[in-house]
């Protein structure tokens, strides 16, 4: 579901728009995208800032609060959140709630595409061919000056943190959790349901898996993370000038496997 708001943001500066607020489609006009907004509204994201900054971002930037959308996917950002880091990326380069600042842009478009997010890195490419000589070694100084913070060296480990304090909170009768929110399950007021990476994330006060080991384990976690935005190659059979390739002719069987060393066998 929220995939779509996403490839929007993507899709809109590898084809150049200068403006995602200025494009033809608003997010806001589109059903799914909709939905996915009411999703991150309702989902929980108890102990999980990276969600927090990302959801809380999204739904800023698509209502072009574009100032508190920067300040959310900064917190995204803090806590290895790529999706919030390729958004500041991308704002920086549109002069959405900032100034326009190519240098600035590219270095956060680089951190994004550090897992190699093939988006991501085609997003950070493209922005990389307009730049000057100048800009680039800019853009790359800064970006190692940001990595000391928000790379996955220092940022994952901060979120790795977070994920276990969430865990210590959660006591053998379950009743250390409080979402902060407080609705009935499958109530009118409990948003469309997120699924990220694979796995189902819960929605405050209205149930779901919170207690799933995917959602706290920081090896498991990062994993579901990683599988939203990796690329998914199934392969086939080989072929060669568009014609199967034949299977090799079958061995004749060995002898000795059925016990006989190739001799004839004796006679009765």
């Given at each position: ?7 929007f943001i993507v899709?809109?500066?590898m084809l ?10 608003d ?6 995208i909709?939905?996915t907004?009411?999703?991150m ?6 102990f ?9 971002g999204m739904?800023?930037?698509?209502h072009h609060?574009y ?6 996917f900064?917190?995204g950002?803090l ?7 390729l ?7 549109n ?16 951190l ?5 997010y093939?988006?991501?890195v085609?997003?950070?490419?493209s922005l ?16 190692r ?10 940022a994952?480990p ?6 276990h ?8 009768s379950?009743?250390?959790y ?7 399950k499958?109530?009118p007021n ?6 990220i ?5 819960p929605?405050a ?7 799933a080991?995917e959602?706290?384990d ?8 990683d599988?939203?935005?990796?690329a ?7 072929e060669?000038?568009g014609?199967p ?5 079958p061995?004749?069987?060995?002898p000795a496997a059925?016990?006989n060393?190739?001799?004839k066998p004796?006679a009765?």
């Open positions: 579901m929220r995939g779509r708001f996403y490839k899709a809109a500066t150049g728009l200068v403006s995602i607020a200025n494009a033809e489609e997010p806001l006009n589109d059903p799914e909709q939905n907004l009411r999703g509204a309702t989902a929980s994201t108890w999980h800032p990276d969600l927090f900054g990302e959801f809380a739904r800023a930037y698509a609060r100032g508190d959308a920067l300040k959310y900064e917190i950002a806590y290895a959140d790529k999706m919030s880091q958004s500041l990326g991308l704002m920086h380069m002069g959405e709630g900032t100034a326009k600042d190519p240098v600035k842009a590219y270095a956060w478009l680089d994004a595409a550090e897992r190699e093939p988006d991501f085609a997003t950070r490419d990389k061919k307009t730049l000057t000589p100048e800009q680039l070694a800019q853009g790359q100084a800064l970006r000056t940001l990595g000391e913070k928000y790379a996955d060296a220092a994952k901060r979120l790795a943190t977070q994920l304090l969430g865990q210590m909170q959660m006591t053998g379950r009743t250390g409080d979402s902060g929110i407080y609705q009935l499958n109530t409990c948003g469309p349901t997120l699924v990476g694979g796995q189902v994330q929605q006060g209205c149930g779901g898996p919170i207690f080991k959602r706290w920081p090896k498991l976690y990062f994993a579901a993370r599988r939203e935005y990796k998914q190659v199934s392969v086939g059979n080989l060669e000038a014609k390739i034949a299977s090799p002719p061995q004749p069987a060995d059925n016990g060393d190739g001799a004796p009765h």
